[in-house]
């Protein structure tokens, strides 16, 4: 089985367990800082997305993420590409032009990396769920991303 699959199975297992106790928390009213997020809405143009979609989605998509230091990963490949899009919207808006520079910056520094390196430190995997966080303003975004990173490094442990 390649590691790809291996990580994902690990991830989904996980980001389904954290899913599970989240609910058990949120039902015996243990947690308040989060328990709004499950029930909530990530709007797109006034359609809601349940947030805890997005934050499993996204917490599966962290769970290979550290492997983005792979030129010919399937992370790698999505990620630039998502990015790639990212700029050409906001190129074309007009808006956003520091992040445009960031993230241009960000995928050339990407082409530069080496595998098990940067990207396979906890610290980065903390940085990247504040990210999420910040960018659907949800904690529990952050957390899943937080957990998805956290298992691919673990798993690389074994």
Known sequence: MSLYREHARYGFIALVILTFVLFILK????ITFISADITDSFHIHGIGIPIL?????LGMYAT???????GTSKVFQFTVGLLVLVCI?????QQYKYQTVLILLFIFALL???HRGITHSA??????AIIFAIAFSSAMVGLYALVGYYVHLIADRR
């Open 64 to 70: 290979l993420l550290p492997d983005v230091d792979i």
């Open 123 to 128: 610290w980065m995997g903390l940085l990247f």
């Open 89 to 93: 919207i906001f190129i074309l808006a």
């Open 27 to 30: 039902m015996y009213g243990h």
């Open 53 to 57: 979609i997005i934050a499993f989605a």
């Open 112 to 114: 530069f990396l080496n």
